[in-house]
């Protein structure tokens, strides 16, 4: 048998388990994975020398551990694909338990003001009219700063204040009807729905008190940081914190389901529509499915301040842009990958991963949204006014600025009425007509600071930040 020529004797050796030749140096086998002693001695190694018969016997038709690795790779895959298939194709969510008596539904604005924006599509939109008259039907103090945005029920007005009393005023005359003092720090405006006010605290309890007389009548423990309002519809409070989304039982305050949210700071009142239900969070836009809870899509949007729904489509606001989301968008198939990807991207390994699907973003290039209000919505426009003053209004149909106005200062949302869109300035509050921003009317305030707008048939309700509430009598029909 002849011999092959190698490198000196010790610089070669065989290796014990699969006898593949290797450089004496190396300390694992490339074959095997084998960890290997130092080489004992030193000798010639006969060209197509067989491994072992031990080592036949131990590993068949040349199972390695290096096969080994690649097939749990492969069933890894496989169980992920499998995974996946499951949770798409065959896997149905359980249903959300629903309240046992479903008359509790937020009304429309009008005669009332039920929610923070209006109703629970958050348009900020009302039939009634406004009369900007120099003269208020009366003032008040409220003896602590305004905290939270207002509501009413046509009766009276609910406001939370910065000493964490909710209190309610009457509309005939701006006195106090009650007081409640919260057992914890108050962040979100009450909801009115029927003769039930709704709170959520800070440290997560929610409270229903009695609308007439501001008696506790159920208080209910949910977890969670609630910096929102809560939704009322079809029997059922929705309430947002950071860590979940819950469903509570309005007449009861049972807590009937909870979906893990997992987000940052939740900014505004969910949104509950025929078939979703609508989260706006600090990082982003969350849409539900309302039968399971299961989330269906989700849009990155940092800065998020407002969203608002015409029942197809979410309209979200921030202070970088505006944009358009079809409620039967859904989420790609590999969106679990999406912080992976974006790492390597990060990295330079990857390309950017694409953004999750919209209908259009408004214009940011040249006139980018600065701190900005939440929005109000039409049939046709989205109305978006920004602190230091520009008033947009967004075409529907493509996001293109409709037009665009210089209003001054805005301390506030803006509110479409049955006269006009009504803007809440620092120094003044202004009508102006939604199909190009001509002023309409304008109405001095005696001083320049925030302040927030509630109108309802008995009037325009002022609210200023230090404390002073105005009601300003409505227009003639």
Not at 286 to 311: C, E, K, M, W
Not at 425 to 439: F, H, K, N, V
Request: aromatic fraction near 8%; charge should be positive; proline fraction near 7%.
């Amino acid at each position: 048998m002849s011999l092959v020529q190698r490198p000196p004797p010790a610089a070669v050796r065989t290796c014990p388990t699969c006898g593949r030749a290797i450089a004496a140096r190396q300390r694992r086998c490339r074959e095997c994975l084998l960890a290997l002693a130092p080489p004992a001695g030193t000798g010639w190694v006969r060209a197509g020398d067989a491994p072992p018969a031990a080592a036949r016997r131990r590993f068949g038709i040349r199972w390695t551990r290096w096969r080994i690795v690649q097939l749990v790779l492969v069933l890894a895959v496989a169980a992920f694909a499998g995974r996946w298939a499951y949770d798409h194709y065959i896997y149905e969510p359980p249903k959300l338990a629903l309240a046992a008596e479903a008359s509790a539904q937020a009304g429309a604005p009008g005669v009332a003001w039920p929610a923070a924006d209006g109703d629970s599509l958050a348009q900020r939109r009302t039939p009634a009219r406004v009369a900007l008259s120099e003269t208020p039907a009366w003032t008040r103090e409220l003896g602590a700063p305004v905290r939270t945005d207002a509501t009413s029920d046509g009766e009276r007005v609910y406001v939370g204040l910065g000493d964490d009393r909710i209190v309610a005023l009457r509309m005939v005359d701006g006195e106090q009807a009650w007081a409640y003092r919260s057992p914890n720090t108050l962040w979100s405006p009450p909801a009115v729905v029927g003769d039930t006010v709704y709170l959520t605290l800070r440290r997560g309890d929610v409270v229903a008190l009695d609308a007439a007389t501001g008696v506790e009548r159920w208080s209910v423990h949910t977890g969670g940081s609630f910096f929102a309002a809560p939704a009322v519809a079809d029997g059922v409070l929705v309430v947002a914190a950071d860590e979940l989304i819950a469903g509570v039982e309005a007449a009861s305050g049972r807590v009937l389901w909870e979906v893990p949210l997992d987000e940052t700071r939740v900014v505004r009142s969910p949104l509950i529509l025929a078939e979703h239900i609508v989260v706006a969070s600090g990082a982003g836009v969350l849409v539900h499915d309302r039968a399971t809870g299961v989330r269906t899509y989700r849009f990155p949007q940092s800065g998020n301040v407002g969203i608002t729904s015409d029942g197809t489509r979410v309209y979200s606001v921030s202070a970088n842009f505006a944009v358009a989301v079809d409620l039967q968008a859904r989420l790609p198939w590999w969106e679990g990958l999406r912080g992976v990807w974006t790492q390597l991207w990060i990295w330079g390994f990857a390309s950017l991963p694409p953004r999750p699907e919209s209908d259009w973003i408004g214009p940011t290039r040249g006139a980018p949204f600065r701190a900005v209000h939440a929005p109000a919505l039409d049939a046709e426009r989205l109305y978006i006014a920004d602190e230091p003053g520009t008033v947009r209004a967004l075409r529907l149909a493509d996001g293109t600025e409709a037009w665009r106005v210089e209003a001054g200062r805005q301390a506030g949302a803006p509110t479409l009425t049955g006269s006009g869109l009504l803007l809440a300035g620092r120094d003044a509050l202004s009508l102006r007509a939604t199909a190009d921003g001509a002023e309409l009317a304008r109405l001095p305030q005696p001083t320049a600071e925030q302040r927030r707008v509630l109108v309802i048939e008995r009037g325009v309700v002022v609210l200023d930040q230090s404390g002073r509430v105005a009601l300003y009598a409505a227009a003639a029909p």
